[in-house]
């Protein structure tokens, strides 16, 4: 069926003559391709009508269903399946809005399998909010990319549109199992932190200072920021990281709000992690606080990363640290040679750890401070 798009209104606004053939081009194909009049209003009105063919691709095809359907065939409570969807940082429809497909119900139903198992319901979103800000975060790199790479500032409508649509064909089907990879190499990665032997340990250990600092407040950041602004923040501690890390300290890994450094020696160690805590104050507000912990101790390099038990201890540390402040272990502060202030900060019992760790809060000594 042939329509009138400019009585419709739907070439309003645009003068040019070759951004309104092109306009027009695509209201032809975008009509061809079965989207209603409705749609296209909504989509000019919204100014994503060169989005329309893509959004089509990445849609998964098969039947509809609305929140309360997928409550009701999943067994997970309805206003718990509102709690998921926005810890995973997605938009929450109408209860009644036929909006989700049996990628959602199956997802639903992984979720009350978790929680049938007896994984608390806390948790399970908890993880979800760490899943929803990871993976929004490298969808937008992946977006940044593919529009840079694909988007000319002379383009219209029509060459964005095609070539977004052709670029989806393209990559959607390669990239879930990209993404599968990685999380299974992370897996196996962070599986090898816990079951290196002590056999390993002794044959090709060093001793080693661990620190870990990560950024307060990251999570309930990823629900007030686009995902564009949060990979900058997460970037910037990449940055402050890199900075801080002067040798012998070398920056091992980042781990979205997170960053690992090792050092053959604590004073260095000590310096750094201040010093990043620093950097990152000095960003000012629109930036989080920084909290690190560092643990020293027979630890194994392998393939870059390094494992033991300094490496957990330093983790688990950072997590009962405050914001803006830098936590070690005794071994730490015991290796320490330079006249940094100490506070006691008690005996933690730690996640994973079988015995209680005895941590100090460091400052710098008041010349330096």
Known sequence: MEHDFEAEGLLDGIDDPDARRARLAL???????????DELRQAAAEDRLALLLVERVLEPEGPRYNAIEIAERSGVDLDYLDALWRSLGLPLAGHEEPLYGEDDLEAAKLVKAFLDAGLPADGVLEVSRVLGNGMAMLVAAVNDLVRDALIQPEDSELDVAMRLATAAE???PRLDPLFAYVAGRHRREQARQLVVSAAELGAAATHTVVCFADLVGFTRLGEELPP??????????????????QPPVTLV???????????PEADPMIDAAL??????????????????????????????DWYGAPVNVASRVTGRARRGSVLVTEPVREAARRPWKWSDAGRKRLRGISEEVQVWRVRRPPAEA
Not at 27 to 37: Q, T
Not at 253 to 259: E, P, Q, S, Y
């Open 27 to 37: 209201l032809e194909r975008l009509s061809a391709a079965g989207f209603g009049l």
């Open 170 to 172: 393209e990559l959607a």
């Open 228 to 245: 564009e602004e949060l990979g900058d923040v997460a970037r910037r501690l990449v940055e402050l990281a890199e900075a801080a890390a």
């Open 253 to 263: 890994k980042a781990i979205g709000d997170a960053v690992m450094l090792v050092s």
């Open 275 to 304: 010093t990043l805590v620093e950097l990152a104050e000095a960003e000012g507000e629109g930036f989080p606080e920084l909290r690190a912990g560092i643990a020293a101790g027979e630890a194994l390099r392998r393939a870059g």
